[in-house]
């Protein structure tokens, strides 16, 4: 398989090629934590290095789709995030996830 480039512009390593795989195949309206994430792509002890490497990352990927485990979005782009979900049928209240379509908050 071909490696993309990683967020630095670095040939991505195995886990974060993984990690963009999972998170390109996200479905619209389907809302995912990072450790999510990092379990499916082989490292469940990782949502923090997920975290890292999405918030650092130039590729166009559905990086809105992926919270932390408790709902709460990114604080770094709340308003980014809130918009792109709130517009694919997500339930927010406040700062959090609260229903979606599809993934780990589907009610």
Do not use: H
Not at 39 to 49: E, M, V
């Amino acid at each position: 398989m071909k490696q993309q480039p990683s967020a630095s512009g670095a040939p991505a390593t195995d886990f974060e090629q993984r990690m963009l795989l999972a998170v390109a195949a996200l479905r619209e309206g389907e809302v995912v934590s990072y450790g999510d994430i990092a379990a499916q792509a082989g490292r469940p002890d990782a949502p923090r290095a997920a975290g890292r490497f999405l918030s650092k990352s130039t590729l166009s990927i559905p990086w809105w789709r992926v919270v932390y485990a408790d709902g709460r979005l990114a604080s770094c782009n709340l308003p980014r995030q809130a918009d792109a979900l709130i517009a694919e049928g997500v339930v927010i209240r406040g700062d959090r996830v609260v229903d979606a379509p599809f993934g780990r908050f589907a009610k």
